[in-house]
C-alpha cells in the first residue's frame, strides 16, 4: 500500500499499485501434466488451470481418458462442462474398462496357471533325478 499512486482520470481519484503481482499458480507435476493434457484437447491453459484448483483430479483423468467415448461435435466444450458438472463417463468408456480388466484377469490367471505347471515340471524332473 505504500507504493500506491493516485491517478487522475477524468476528475475522478484511483488508486492502484505500481507493482501489482498475477496471482501465483503453483501446480504439482502431475497437476501440470494433466494441464497439459487438457490444453492438447484444446481446453485454454486458463481454464484447465482453473478445472485442476477446483475439481477432483481423479474425475479429470477419467474424462481426460473418457471424452473420446463421446458423440460430442466440440469436445473441449464438453469436456469441461462434463468436469465442472461431474457427469458420469460414458457407457461405452466403462464397457472397455471392464473388458480391458477382464483380460487382464485372464491374464494374470493364465501366468499363475503356467508358473504352477513349470513347478510341477521342475519337482517331477528331481523326483526322476532321485529315482536314477
Known amino acids: 500500500m505504500r507504493r ?4 487522475i ?6 488508486e492502484y499499485l505500481s507493482e501489482a503481482k498475477e496471482e501465483v499458480k503453483i501446480f504439482s507435476k502431475e497437476q ?10 484444446n481446453v485454454s491453459k486458463v481454464t484447465a488451470g482453473n478445472l485442476i484448483k477446483n ?14 467415448y463421446s458423440n460430442a461435435d466440440d469436445k473441449a466444450a464438453y469436456l469441461v462442462k462434463a468436469i465442472r458438472e461431474n457427469w458420469q463417463v460414458p457407457e461405452e468408456y466403462l464397457r472397455e474398462i471392464k473388458e480391458k480388466q477382464g483380460r487382464e484377469e485372464e491374464e494374470k490367471i493364465e501366468f499363475i496357471k503356467i508358473k504352477q505347471k ?7 524332473q528331481e523326483e526322476i533325478k532321485k529315482i536314477e
Not at 500506491?4 to 491517478?7: G, V
Not at 482520470?9 to 484511483?14: D, L
Not at 501440470?32 to 484437447?41: A, R
Not at 513349470?118 to 517331477?124: F, L, W
Open 4 to 7: 500506491a499512486k493516485t491517478k
Open 9 to 14: 482520470i477524468s476528475g475522478q481519484i484511483e
Open 32 to 41: 501440470s501434466d494433466l494441464v497439459n493434457k487438457l490444453v492438447e484437447l
Open 55 to 68: 475439481n477432483d483430479q481423479e474425475l479429470i483423468k477419467k474424462w481426460i481418458e473418457a471424452i473420446n
Open 118 to 124: 513349470e513347478e510341477e515340471n521342475k519337482k517331477r
